[in-house]
């Protein structure tokens, strides 16, 4: 490959048109970016998986992360558990909006209802990538 | 919002049940590929959690 070629491909980057709206719509409503892209059926079973997540981890009254420094250890977890909560989009700024505070407190419910709200987010992220990769045409 | 009590069993099957479902739609190309890794993922996750379960139930004593 000629150091053309190698530079024709690395300035080939879709435009932003092209998978931002996608992308965008997917983060704010589960399963969204795939409506759009006329995915029903997989966009469906995206929105279904996450919101499910979130709901449950609401009725377990798991807790929201705030981003907190702090050691290593504390940023990684309150920084990374406020982007995983924060990556369900809507679900999210409507529970906060309506007010859902739940205090950090013990017990293996109440836990399993914050990896609940967290993970509910992580997979709208790779719902997010898999959108994207659609718009991009580099899956169909 | 009504508040929910689950097993520990409970739960970590509903999280593998989604998580299973989300992996498969999003990591493979046809809807047969889709299906078959989400229920192998599904299983792995099962046997991940009975093995882990029964470690450390004999681990504890």
């Known amino acids: 490959m000629s150091a053309k070629q190698v530079k024709e491909e690395k300035v080939d980057t879709p435009p932003l048109s092209a998978w931002a709206p996608a992308v965008g719509l997917g983060w704010l409503i589960p399963g969204g970016g795939h409506f759009l892209l006329k995915r029903p059926g997989r966009g469906g079973l995206l929105f279904f998986c996450v919101f499910s997540m979130f709901i449950l981890g609401l009725m377990m009254r798991g807790a929201m992360f705030q981003p907190q420094t702090g050691d290593i250890l504390t940023t990684i977890i309150y920084c990374g558990g406020f982007i995983g909560d924060l990556a369900s989009g809507l679900l999210y700024l409507l529970a906060t909006w309506l007010g859902y505070n739940q205090p950090d407190v013990a017990g293996h419910v109440h836990d399993y209802g914050t990896k609940f709200l967290v993970a509910a987010g992580l997979l709208n992220i790779l719902a997010m990538v898999d959108a994207y990769e659609i718009a991009v045409r580099k899956k169909d | ?61």
Do not use: C, Q
Request: hydrophobic share 55%; net charge positive; proline share 2%.
């Open chain 2, 1 to 61: 919002m009504p508040k929910m009590n689950l097993s520990h069993f409970e739960a970590a099957v509903l999280f593998a049940l989604f998580a299973s479902i989300v992996l498969g739609v999003v990591t493979k190309r046809t809807d047969n590929e889709r299906l078959r890794y989400g229920v192998r993922t599904f299983v792995y996750f099962i046997v991940a959690l009975i093995g882990l379960g029964w470690l450390m139930y004999l681990g504890h004593g």
